[in-house]
């Protein structure tokens, strides 16, 4: 039973240009949510996609933006992006949006 | 404002004692609470959860304790095994699969 899978594992960028990032949710696993991880801190909510809508968002800048195709898969995207985008990015999955969110090991990504 | 914190930023204990982590909250309406265990250049790995309707749970060597009253919860693991030493994580939500509000996170070292 594959977990959360995500791709790129690690990503260069120079100010300016856009990225995206991409999600495969747990088999079985129809929400997919984003978070943004700085260095030494906590994860932050990014936005959550259910049903192929964004159903929650946190406090991103419209530069964030997200889709989730029928298969429930995700992508994130950013643009002009900044230093202090410099982040790991994770992706969580869960059952509907009444269950656990299970975490994919991630997007180093950093900006130059 | 940081509605989640981990006042700790780092503990260490001897294998076999028991290991406390503590979480405090501000935010009345969290009712789910999460605990969750991140290796480096891994995602969070999900441990244990509880709902505001209970005071404890248990899973294994793993008990999450919640003091509603208080605002405040704590892990235990006992006893604690050096495989154990990661960084962890409490997270609450406004119920089960909404956002998550992460703490800053507490690196555990349990040492043989």
């Known amino acids: 039973d594959a977990g959360v899978t995500q791709s790129p594992t690690h990503l260069i960028k120079t100010r300016g240009q856009q990225v995206t990032l991409r999600c495969s949710p747990k088999s079985g696993h129809d929400t997919v949510s984003w978070y943004q991880q700085a260095l030494g801190q906590g994860p932050q909510f990014i936005f959550q996609y259910y049903e192929e809508e964004e159903r929650q968002r946190g406090n991103f800048p419209d530069r964030f933006s997200g889709h989730q195709f029928p298969n429930y898969s995700s992508e994130l995207n950013v643009n002009a992006l900044w230093l202090g985008d410099s982040a790991l990015y994770l992706c969580a999955s869960s059952l509907a949006v009444r269950e656990t969110q299970y975490f994919g090991p991630g997007t180093r990504l950093l900006v130059l | 404002d940081q509605q989640v914190k981990q006042n700790s930023p780092s503990l260490s204990v001897q294998e076999g004692r028991i290991s406390i982590l503590n979480c405090d909250y501000t935010?009345?309406?969290?009712?789910?609470f999460l605990w969750y265990k991140k290796y480096p250049a891994e995602g969070p790995t999900f441990l244990i959860s509880?709902?505001?309707?209970?005071d404890k749970n248990e899973d294994g060597r793993f008990t999450v304790f919640l003091n509603k009253s208080a605002k405040h919860l704590s892990l235990h693991i006992v006893p604690s095994q050096p495989g154990d030493s990661a960084v962890y994580f409490c997270?609450?939500?406004?119920?089960?699969?909404?956002?998550?509000?992460f703490g800053q996170g507490t690196e555990l070292s349990v040492k043989p």
């Open positions: 509880i709902s505001s309707i209970k």
């Open positions: 935010n009345s309406m969290f009712d789910y």
């Open positions: 997270a609450a939500s406004k119920g089960q699969g909404g956002k998550l509000i």
